[in-house]
């Protein structure tokens, strides 16, 4: 373990756990890079001048952070209309919830965008007052039109790039699909807009696409989940803002080095959710490429690095690996290595050390293989295969049971009968609540993390 500090820039360490011992001609390096920080416990919200971090001036202020809520205005937003009374105690709630000085904006989303505060193409300042006139001009919030998200995410993204904020965040709200753009607008859309502002997405009720909202999610590096009851909104927006507002730190990426003759794998996040990276690497020079890993507060994360390094024999040894977390310098500058670990090979005749599997490697691989034996599962349950969803369900309830992750099992033991968790063994559910479904397919990919 290595890391490195300035007195107001947040602290991160590496941590990497693996099993280095390869038998003579082996060639895969598997590891488990743990990543902490803790950011609020060393900077206090201090921004670092010269970097992703320094403050900019808005109506006079110096925020740190700049939020837009998107709230979907289509209208099925009135079907009941609990979901549109459940948006606006929500965005009010959100707004609460805004820490003093935050830039904010509220967009209504349908086949258009609209900026409902503060409007002009301008973001507030949080404060008493605007706070009051935000939670006013929720009024204007009603149902009616389509649903062209892309759109929605463009306007968030001119908002946000109003302001120079390090920490750029929107929580976006929808009720049902995006039909009124082509999948190819949205794809665009969200091109466009990935790395320039994290966003967390939400479908409430369960007329919405599931794979829809956690793509958003996934592409702009935030969380996605399903809030069935629009009574519950309030309280899952408050805890996303309050998330939001403990970010210390924009645009930390994950730089893996590797020397002559290494190939990458992959490189995905474990914990707490499982995220491929692998296609999201930029060049960063010589042999090395950065992954892209968003906003951080007080918290720790979990990746999965594999490598193949050359055939060697017996009593060889080499630096398979170098994994740093890099901040880069919004003003073109030298970017900050923040801390750094290294992945190693070695090999030997013992048979004992080269076969043994390393439990963090083991935990999170069988968390990946239970997260797409669910997503497999249902998908074959969509499609009528039904022994093909036994079987990949089955095997989700084995995983999950193996380990330790309860909130999985729970989820699963709606949607099939288990008869034997151990081997796998379950019979599909005559009748399966919607919202079971759907909170199931949204939440495989959330991971319990290992005991080290």
Known sequence: MANFSKSNVPQFSVDVYQNEFLPEG?????????????????????????????????????????????????????????????????????????????????????????????????????DADTRARAKGALRSLTAGGGTAIGTWLRLADRLLASSEAPIRHGILLTDGRNEHESPQDLAASLEAVAGRFTCDARGVGTDWEVKEVTGI??????????????????????????NAMGKEVADVNLRLW?????????????????????????????????????????????????????????????????????????????????SQGLVRAVWTDDMAASTSINPQVAHYTGQAELAQAIQQGLDARKSGDFDGATSKLGRAVQLAAASGNADTAKLLAKVVDVVDE????????????????MTLETRSTKTVRVKK
């Open 422 to 437: 151990a081997t796998g063994t379950v019979r599909l559910k005559a009748k399966v609540a919607e919202a079971d479904e």
């Open 217 to 242: 999610a996934s592409a702009l590096l935030g969380t996605a989940d399903i809030v069935a009851d629009p009574a519950q909104l309030s309280d899952d927006f408050t805890q996303m803002m309050e």
């Open 26 to 126: 082996g060639r895969e390096v598997n590891a488990i890079v743990t990543v902490t920080s803790t950011g609020g416990g060393t900077s206090g919200g201090s921004p670092l001048a010269g970097t992703s971090l320094a403050p900019s001036a808005i109506s006079g202020q110096d925020p740190t952070a700049a939020v837009v809520i998107m709230v979907d205005c289509s209208g099925s937003m009135d079907y009941p209309p609990t979901k549109m009374r459940g948006a606006r105690d929500a965005t009010a709630a959100a707004i609460d919830a805004l820490r003093d000085g935050t830039a904010f904006a509220v967009v209504g989303g349908t086949h258009l965008a609209k900026e409902i505060y503060p409007g002009h193409g301008a973001l507030a300042v949080a």
């Open 258 to 338: 590797t020397p002559v003759g290494v190939e990458i794998r992959f490189v995905k996040q474990v914990a707490p959710t499982v995220e491929e990276l692998t296609s999201r690497r930029t060049g960063a020079g010589p042999r090395a490429g950065d992954y892209p890993t968003g906003s951080w507060g007080d918290e720790s994360r979990d990746y999965h690095v594999c490598v193949a390094v050359p055939q060697a024999g017996v009593g060889q040894e080499m630096l398979a690996a170098r994994v740093s977390l890099i901040l880069p310098d919004s003003a073109g500058g030298s970017p900050q290595t923040l």
